[in-house]
């Protein structure tokens, strides 16, 4: 059986709000949420691609390689059945790859919108009739509540990709507090960047052939079509910097020189070399990210990583 449930949508004007209350503070800064536009969405597919980002290519590899221990350690945590609820899922295909051997008797595909899970699920409900599907469109980055029948069952987590690195330390506490809240004796399975190299790191965010730089400029574009500014691109650099102190690569758009942005109702100056802060993409020593997992309420922890320990993915729960 396949459901849709379209959560309390963003509103068109609490978008543009949200986005000029940002290019307005003192620090201007613009929340990632606005890189994945169309476009953006294409940027990004293509930046997994690049030689640099390593982060997708090597949690795919290594859920490969430990794939069979970790749907083990699954079923041992949870027993058979599970219902796998899959955050961010957009085409489905990481999860898509977990059915098989996971055998989960539902799944729980969450997205911002809903309009992308139509078109990944209904063919792969068609593939794996015995799963019962639910594609819930939700944001869940300010809150992780899941309607019942979402819930249903012993819920699995399942967070890939290191997306957790958007989220500030003390919010990413937040969202895993609200996993382990989503059932009596619900699972988590999350995929985590980790601290490494800074020049690693950087080529990561800032790649030779310039997709990054694409990405994140393309945030520009989408604010002029959102909230009706007039930037010009061609006046704007990509920056990403590793902080080691914060433990986190930070994107920014620099002002190539002093330009003045507009748009309806307001308008704001930047001085040449001022910036837009884009992104936080943490990254954690697996010690630090098991002591937040065991702060989240969660007793029984698990982990994996690859050779060069570039990765983590963890299983929690209990
Ligand atoms: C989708 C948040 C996991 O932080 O690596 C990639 C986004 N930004 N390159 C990341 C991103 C620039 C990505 N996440």
Redesign the pocket.
Known sequence: MLQFIQGPALQEADWASEAAEGLLRPRAAVS?KF?YDALGSRL?DA?TELDE?Y?TRTEAALMRRHGPAIVQAVRAALGPGCTLVDLGAGSCTKAAALFDALAPARYVAVDISVDHLRQALEPLQRQHPAIAMLGLGLDFSARLVLPPQAVAGRPLVFYP???I??FEPEAALRLLREARALGPDAGLLIGV?RVKDAALLEA??DDALGV?AA??LNLLRHLNRRLGTDFDLRQWRHVARFDRAASR?E?HLEAREALCVRWPGAERRFEAGERIHT?N?YKWQPGDFQALLHDAGFRDVRHWTDERGWFSVFLAHG
Request: a negative charge.
């Open positions: 990632p890189f990004f930046i980002y982060p990709g290191s997306s690195g958007n960047d990561a965010y990054t990405f994140n690569i994107m992104e993409s």
